[in-house]
């Protein structure tokens, strides 16, 4: 039969009949071993590592057999040491003798484990429960008659005491429990804290700080700290208000009076989503104030969360100050009117400042574009927007931009778009600057529209241009001219500058009278003759039957008056798109 472990102390049980003539020699090491089971043992644990394991060599010398057991090491985080063979059933005394204030977590199986802080030793021992196995604290209820402690006793819970007698100091790490009135005449020092179940209340009869709270720790974590918790021993739920401090004083009537405070509330308690808000409070004018408020959005109506100043819209004036400016950023309360740089805003924005003087274009505000230089169209702009709806729905109503003339890096030239948006369109330039300073007008009206074919209109009626796109000479910006009636109209008021130029023929004879062959009107009225008073010469006043004649006046109207040719004479009109043409635009 061969030899086995199963023992605590993971001893050799020789099998029957085994090791002749050796079995002495694996007796004396398990005397050894017996002998180290009662010893002192020393392991290192890998530096800064989360888990070890210490394992009971089987009928070898181990550490891990020692009765008190040392473990060393740096850790920056507690670390579960797991101790086996699960089947083991031993006390050890333990020492968590590691560097770097972190506990150590003592386990043996699934079961129970033992926390040992740093510094400290504790008696444990194993169950032996195999996978399940569990550590016990064995010091968890001792009993003992007499305990004479000639150091510090440190006791961490409650100390039931009948009677005491101390000639010395009282240095209480934990809890004291007192029925009565506990009066001190001297400072009372509590090393270990002190817990109030009740309200208390410091009173001193001077302006000395009544609590100060202070830290002596060196390390990288906050302190002093103090801590608000709200603990109803069931779940939180919203609008619970979880801390409040208040200020009060005594008015000129001598009552009590709340004049400031801090307010926190949980507007969420959804595990995950926490939502909190907080606000400080003051008394203005007599009525309850939020000075400054922070809540947390509203994802069903997509409100964001918000830090707001005065969210109960009293008269209240908010200021930011500079260096130099006593108003950098100004707020007026009565109104809401905002001043940068301003004392007494009289306008939704009022901007206060210098221009430069460094050689720059000066200015007083910059807008710039965050694009890079290699992004299209970079440049500085200006949007306005207004409502379109009676719900209040906005939309961009214009805008001002500049826009760089290349993507080439040091190079300057920028041009300028000042842009309108139509009813049912898009926002469109109305004028451009060019980094040279030339200005158009791109969808200024004009047109140009030709007589594509021979005809012969009535006296009194308007002459059909009927075409408006045939050649890149003609054209009908903003669609103004209706070639179906041969009228403009006017788009807005302003001055116009009207040419028609018109080609009669081709059968005209010699003698045909030609002066006032057409004029120029505005909603019926004549505003200019044609320039030519002669008749028909061949050879002389015109050529193989054909007639030109032009006219060109600059009329003054009204939105919607209407632009036509009329022919004074009935003459026959020839089709020539180039030059039989009728021809304006809007020049002021």
């Known amino acids: 039969m061969a030899s086995v472990y199963t023992n605590d102390l993971r001893l050799e049980e020789i099998g029957s009949g085994e090791q002749s003539g050796t079995w002495g020699d694996t007796t004396n090491t398990n005397l050894e071993l017996i002998a180290e089971a009662f010893g002192f043992g020393t392991e290192a644990i890998t530096t800064n590592a989360d888990t070890h394991a210490t394992t009971i060599a089987d009928g070898a010398t181990d550490p891990g057999r020692a009765m008190f057991l040392k473990y060393t090491g740096t850790l920056d985080s507690a670390c579960t040491i797991t101790i086996g063979p699960n089947t083991v059933s031993k006390l050890w005394f333990i020492e968590n003798g590691t560097s770097g204030s972190q506990n150590i977590i003592i386990k043996q199986g699934s079961g129970a484990t033992i926390t040992i802080p740093p510094g400290d030793t504790k008696a444990i021992y194993s169950n032996g429960a195999g996978s399940g196995g569990a550590m016990v604290d064995a010091f968890a209820s001792l009993s003992v008659v007499d305990l004479n402690v000639s150091g510090n006793l440190d006791v961490d819970g409650t100390a039931n005491l009948d009677v005491v007698d101390i000639d010395g100091a009282v240095n209480m790490a934990t809890t004291a429990l007192v029925t009565g009135v506990l009066t001190t005449t001297a400072a009372t020092v509590f090393n270990g804290g002190f817990a109030a179940n009740a309200v208390s209340t410091i009173t001193t009869a001077d302006n000395a700080a009544q609590l100060s709270l202070i830290s002596t720790d060196t390390d990288a974590s906050s302190g002093p700290r103090f801590d608000m918790y709200r603990n109803p021993g069931e779940a939180g739920a919203d609008s619970d208000n979880i801390g409040q401090v208040n200020f009060f004083g005594l008015n000129d009537a001598s009552e009590k009076t709340q004049f400031v405070y801090l307010a926190t509330e949980i507007n969420d308690a959804a595990n995950g989503s926490e939502d909190s808000r907080f606000t400080i409070g003051a008394l203005v004018a007599g009525a309850d104030s939020s000075i400054i408020e922070y809540t947390q959005g509203t994802p069903a109506t997509g409100a964001d969360p918000e830090i707001v ?5 009293r008269d209240i004036n908010f200021r930011v100050e500079s260096d130099n400016a006593t108003h950098a950023l100004f707020v007026q309360g009565s109104d809401g009117k905002v001043g940068i ?19 720059f274009p000066s200015g007083i505000l910059n807008i710039q574009d965050a694009n890079a230089i290699s992004t299209a169209g970079n440049g500085g702009g200006l949007n306005f927007v207004g409502k379109f709806t009676s719900a209040g729905v906005i939309t961009t109503s214009g805008s001002i931009e500049t826009l760089k003339d290349n993507t080439n890096t040091g190079e300057y030239g920028f041009n300028m778009n000042i842009s309108t948006r139509t009813n049912g369109g898009d926002n469109r330039p109305a004028i451009k600057i060019s980094s040279e300073g030339i200005v158009t007008k791109p969808l200024q009206p004009s047109f140009r529209a030709g007589r594509g074919s021979n005809y012969t209109p009535n006296a009194g009626a308007a002459i059909l241009f009927d075409d408006t ?26 001055r116009y500058y009207i040419k028609a130029q018109i080609i009669f023929g081709p059968s005209l004879t010699d003698g045909q009278q030609m002066d006032d062959a057409f004029g120029i009107f505005k909603n019926g009225v004549r505003q200019a003759y044609s320039a030519r008073r002669a008749e028909y010469v061949a050879g002389t006043t015109g050529n193989s039957g054909f007639f030109v004649d032009n006219a060109d006046v600059i009329v003054s109207g009204s939105a919607n008056q209407f632009i036509e040719i009329r022919p004074i004479r009935t003459l026959p009109v020839h089709g020539n798109s180039n030059y039989t043409m009728f021809m304006g635009y809007l020049i002021a």
């Not at 100043?309 to 819209?313: L, Q």
């Open 341 to 359: 740089g301003e004392t007494a805003p009289n306008s939704a924005i009022h901007v206060v400042g210098t221009k430069a003087t460094n050689g």
């Open 469 to 494: 796109g045939s050649n890149a000479q003609h054209f009908n910006i903003g669609g103004h001219y209706n070639k179906s009636n041969g009228k403009f109209t006017l788009p807005v008021d302003g």
């Open 309 to 313: 100043f005065n969210n109960t819209s």
